[in-house]
């Protein structure tokens, strides 16, 4: 990615819309970020003028709707999301982006797996969308039915969608690596023609990229970290990993997010 | 009207205007270039570099405070000998003054730093760090004591062939003692303030947030003990004073001028706002011309006090 395209612009913001339980869907009219994000990449938010609080946001890019609306999905986590979620349509904010290195699909997949924790959803949406091939398969890890996140409506790809909640209260009861693992054991035919793209909780990650390594299916994950700048200058987004076999910090933002699931240090996490 | 004289002069070296990317905060320039032009700066500072790559610390490294931030990235960088194969060459193009930030483990390394960046063509000044809060040995043990600080700055002098600027920890009692030590043992100028020493505590897991313990604070928070160091320190020494510590604008910028310092630096500023840098010096422009003020260089050290 040329560091030419990352553009800093005051957008407006063109909706709001709760999509579950402390989670909403924001579009906001930036037009120069949504002519090159690819899926996976991020925006980095500053969620209102002033000094407090200090230092902008990441967040997935959700997708891109035309023209030029770039979409977010977050939950309220802190101040930050709060203020965020307070913001009008018609209200401007400040936004960065497209930063950091986005999921490369694999277009020779028969199958792409997308498994998603929580509001790790995000970047899939947008990842589902842009995949080219027919055959995709979701599987959407939550909480309880609250926190579901309808993917329905945005998968146009994805005939086949498993939502997975931890209290049974809504679709399969357990975990989402828990039908990730079935599918992978249950398939032995397509494993090799397979790869996963995941995003959710550092637990959740880790046992994909177990399974992963398991099932030899190659694995993308897209990681999260604090970070100041979003640009590569702050050196404080590290994540143990590996880089050319020897152990290194990576950097989330411009590393990652997305990362070969190979290339992280599990066992440091 | 004419325009105002934005350009100042530190040990020698012209800078086109009073404003220049702090050390940490802009890494290797070229994060930022993409941005905006950095060649309207008037100089940048690079990530400090070690003779050896450093990795730097454990994560979590960066937690937001109130107006502020708390890091302890640990200087990581990649060191000297990728500095000047992979980065300085990029780095020679600008037309903006480039200062190169060293950091060492022993005095040793910082004059063993010094003497390989000697006879390199596209650096202008060397910014000596002796005051990083966040590693265990050298940085700011080096920083808070007179006499060591004074024996880095000679070791730094004497083997360099630009001029040196020192940059002081407010971790100190009296960082006017730093500044004289520095001051006679031979260097420039003298930048100030590093980060304050600071740390903070998840309540959830009754642990620290940092996985260094300890880091550093910056930001708008730390703004008025910044300032304070920097108008007790350009009154007590001879050489000019580079002042930082919370800058986000322009009128930031001014009032560290005016309370002594001959340029300034812009920091955690750049995080928030990778154009702060650029909307300062347009901002110390206007107030030049709005106010009829010759050259910025007449306002340094104006305080009426």
């Known amino acids: 990615m040329s560091k030419a395209c990352v553009m800093d612009e005051n957008s407006e913001v063109v909706f709001q819309r709760k999509m579950a339980d402390g989670v909403f869907l924001m579009g906001i009219e930036s037009p120069g970020i949504a002519a090159t994000a690819i899926p996976g990449q991020f925006v980095m938010i500053r969620v209102r003028d002033g000094l407090d609080p200090l230092l902008r946001r990441p967040f997935s890019i959700c997708g891109i709707r035309e023209p030029g609306v770039v979409l977010v999905l977050y939950m309220l986590v802190g101040e930050g999301t709060q203020i965020l979620s307070r913001i009008l349509p018609g209200e401007r904010i400040s936004v960065l982006g497209p930063l950091g290195r986005g999921f490369k699909p694999d277009e020779k997949d028969s199958r792409a797996l997308l498994v998603s924790g929580g509001i790790g959803i995000a970047p899939l949406i947008f990842l589902a969308r842009r995949l080219r091939s027919g055959e995709a398969l979701f599987m959407a890890g939550f909480r309880s039915s609250r926190q579901v996140i309808q993917v329905r409506s945005a998968c146009l790809v994805c005939p086949e969608i498993y939502i997975v909640t931890e209290d049974g209260s809504e679709g399969e009861r357990g975990l989402v690596t828990d039908i990730l693992a079935e599918r992978l054991k249950g398939a032995a035919s397509e494993r090799g023609r397979s790869s996963i793209y995941a995003c959710g909780p550092v637990p959740m990650l880790k046992k994909v990229a177990s399974l992963s390594k398991e099932f030899g299916v190659p694995c993308q994950v897209s990681m999260e970290a604090h970070m100041a700048c979003g640009l590569g200058a702050c050196q404080g987004c590290a994540v143990p990993g590996k880089r050319a076999l020897a152990d290194a910090y990576l950097h989330v933002c411009k590393d990652g997010p997305v990362f070969p699931a190979g290339n992280i240090r599990w066992e440091s996490l | ?305």
């Open chain 2, 1 to 305: 009207m004419t325009e105002a004289d934005l350009g100042v002069e530190i040990a020698g070296v012209k800078l086109k205007n009073p404003v220049i990317a702090a050390s940490g905060t802009f890494g290797y320039g070229e994060e930022y270039a993409g941005l905006f032009d950095i060649n309207s700066l008037g100089g940048l500072v690079v990530k400090g570099i070690s003779l050896k790559p450093r990795q730097g610390n454990p994560p979590p490294r960066i937690v937001e405070t109130p107006c502020g931030m708390l890091n302890s990235i640990g200087l990581a960088n990649i060191g000297l000998d990728a500095f000047v194969k992979e980065k300085l060459p990029y780095l020679s193009g600008l037309s903006t003054a480039v200062i190169v930030n060293i950091y060492g483990h022993s005095i040793k390394e910082y004059a063993e730093l010094a003497g390989a960046l000697k006879g390199l063509s596209g650096i202008s000044l060397i910014e000596v760090n002796i005051s990083c809060p966040n590693v265990e040995c050298g940085g700011m043990a080096f920083g808070t004591d007179p006499d060591m600080s004074a024996r880095v700055t000679d070791a730094v002098v004497s083997r360099a062939d630009l001029p040196v600027i020192v940059k002081l920890s407010p971790n100190v009692t009296d960082i006017r003692a730093v500044a004289r030590a520095v001051e006679k043992a031979g260097a420039s100028a003298v930048s100030l303030i590093n980060t304050l020493t600071g740390m903070a505590v998840d309540l959830g897991r009754r642990s620290p947030v940092l996985g260094n313990v300890i880091g550093g604070l910056s930001g708008p928070a730390i703004k008025p003990v910044a300032l304070y160091m920097v108008y007790q320190t350009a009154k007590s020494i001879g050489i000019p004073v580079i002042g930082m510590g919370g800058i986000v604008n322009y009128r930031d910028a001014l009032e560290f001028i005016i309370a002594g310092a001959s340029a300034v630096q812009i920091g955690t500023a750049n995080f928030i706002n990778p154009r702060a840098a650029v909307e300062v010096i347009e901002g110390i422009r206007q107030y030049c011309e709005t106010n009829a003020i010759a050259r910025i260089s007449d306002l340094t050290g104006s305080i009426r006090a």
